[in-house]
């Protein structure tokens, strides 16, 4: 069964389009990787499906009901996103921050109890985020911020996760420890998974499916083999590159040719 | 620094019982100095005696404590809760630690609108002057909103601060082309206003302020985990669950009423608004289910503080709280500008 689907979406800001008739359905823990140039309509398409922006026509589907009928505590408690950067103007503690993702389970009196607290100690603990829950969000490197707002995502328990280049601050320990945590949430807990990136390679190696946006169109979807082949990076991003297979898992592999 | 405490009810409560303590104490302190000294004692003995019916002071200073210096007091504090509510839910909205009431011009365009209302003799309607007041208030939240780019663009601090400029400019000018044609027993009640009067408020008055804080502060606080979602920026609150735009609406109208009331009876009182929140948050954090409450009381501690100054200083003659608040209020304001760091 599929927990998104997509069904001819049309969106524009004003008189610019975005998205130009884009379908597609995403099956309940897969993990989708969305690749495309600048401007192709990624982080938009993250923003539609988590209901914070509405097509202009067609349908946005979550679990088959419309995003615009879901209220946002509803749609907040099903999906979850990791923006590329917050905005840090007043002083918050990492670990306020990653409470901010119980909000969706509380109603406005309520204070956050035990169980609460644990669900955010364990969503800190799966982003090595401990360390510095009582420090400042302000005062903490980028990559260390980012794995608190992965924290936050996680807090709030959705059943999909949807990353906007998230993983571009984290360090390579970081990095692996996060995609592998990613893929464990995907198989264990059935978590569906969408991330943004510009990593062709990252992509390839540990997404299921890929995304191919072209200035607002799919211009490719289906397995990495599928998706990521000279042709359609040469159409897409305009330059040449060289697709092989990694040798440990016969995945593709982009190298680019300078 | 101060370090990381988790903002459970119980501290909430328990740090807001000890804003309580420190905001009697100063209206003790408040109550006993002015031109008419009297001991601390006498006057915890009177508060006492007031409950039981009897009496240790002569009556001339039991008529300064409960007829003069009492409703002033307590109006202070209500003006002082007011305005620092009024800079805790602004500078949260508009992401801007800078952004409070007086600084914004909303203070300006509810007294504009109450000194139209004393023009035109609103004032012979019950709460014509405080209604003027609001949508004064609410008309220039409208205007600083659109001039700082919409609801949509983003706030930044220079176009939310210039246009806080611009605004309180046209309102002065229109407030001293009133002060040019109104005859001249107005003009004191409206000179007044224009550095903040705590002196003038009839008991009714304080009746309908204080109710109006009361709701205000009940119907803000149903709303502080939202705050803390929205100044983390419009779009993660939005995706966090907080429905942003009818919240934000709902804030704006709650805010501006209160504010409005204080402004309508109490006038231009500036710099409350931003440095009682600014200190807060650097004692307690930036939680508002916290935040809130602790500002409220020290907000009001601040402004009866200030109004006794005002009152002591040139004893028996008396400054226009006013003066107090900026002369504390404009070095700290730029203080926080040079720092950067809010």
Redesign the interface.
Known sequence: MSIISAENINFSYAAKPVMDDVSFSVDEARMVAVIGPNGSGKTTLLKIINGTLFPNTGRMLIDDKETSRWSRKEIARKVAIVPQETAVTFPFYAEEIVLMGRFPHLNNYHFEDKKDYKTVHEAMEKTDTLAFADRRFSELSAGERQRVLIARALAQEPKILLLDESTVFLDLKHQAQFLALLRQLNTAQQLTVMFVTHDINLAAQNADRIILLYSGKIYAIGKPAEVITAANIKEVYDVDVLVDQNPQNGLPRVTLLT | MP??R????SRVLQISAIMLLIFLVICVVSLALGSVHIGFIEVLKSLVNSFTGESSLSSQEELIIFSVRLPRVIFAGIVGASLSLGGVVFQ?IL???LADPYILGISGGSALGAIIGIVIGAGSFYLGIPLLAFVGALATVFLVFVMAGGSRGPLLDNSLLLSGVVVNAFFSAAILFFLSIVNSMELHSITFWLMGDLSGASAKEIFVAASCLLAGFVLL??????L??I???E??A??????VERTKQWLLVVTSLIISVAVSLAGIIGFVGIMVPHLM??IF???H?LLLPVSALFGASFLILADTIARVVLAPAELPVGVITALCGAPYFIFLLKRKA?
């Open positions: 370090i990381y988790r903002v459970t009810l949260a992401r801007n630690p606080y149903a709303q502080a985990r939202k803390n979602l100044v983390q920026g779009d993660t939005q995706q966090l669950g907080v429905n948050r650097l954090g930036s939680d289910r809010y």
